[in-house]
């Protein structure tokens, strides 16, 4: 199977913020911090719990903003114009296969780490902080998505079942 399209900014942008939003880390290391922000104005300042957990929220929800800008920033970068091209990925037996006008790459079933899909793409993970956008607007119809999706996890339970 073998489908053709083009990520712009925004697929970009978006698989990177539900990237950073799904993170553990992330969330942990907010998570920690509205506790310590929560502790802190319940002790040292007397605060009620639901006044402090309120500051905490405010204080998650302006992390996430100031979140949103770095990466839509870091995104945005000159650098970044081979992300932004046609792409074609080919589903085969040996693996996937990626080509740009200025790559081919294969990615054989082994190395392909997870399959997910959300709302706007489906990101096929090489590696635990690399993926392949591809938005869905470039399928024809639910049906090569779901078999596009099916046949990635075929391929993928094929080669764990021989690893």
Known sequence: MRIQFKT???????????????SP???????LLAAWII???MT????????ASLIA?????????VNFFVL?????GKKNKTMYVEHTMEITDEGLLEETKFNKS???WPGIVKLLQHPGFIAVYI?????????????ASKVEMGEFRRLIEEHMERSRALT
């Not at 992330?26 to 998570?31: A, D, E, I, P, V």
């Not at 902080?129 to 399928?139: N, S, T």
């Open 8 to 22: 712009t900014y925004w697929d970009v942008l978006r698989f990177n913020i539900a990237h950073a939003f799904r």
């Open 72 to 76: 839509a920033f870091a995104v945005a």
């Open 44 to 51: 040292d300042s007397k605060t009620d719990f639901i006044t």
């Open 57 to 65: 929220f405010f204080w998650w929800t302006g992390l996430w903003i």
């Open 39 to 41: 502790w802190t104005f």
């Open 127 to 139: 590696s635990g902080h690399q993926a392949h956008v591809i938005p869905k607007r470039f399928f």
């Open 106 to 108: 294969i990615f054989y």
């Open 25 to 31: 880390w992330h969330q942990l290391t907010n998570g």
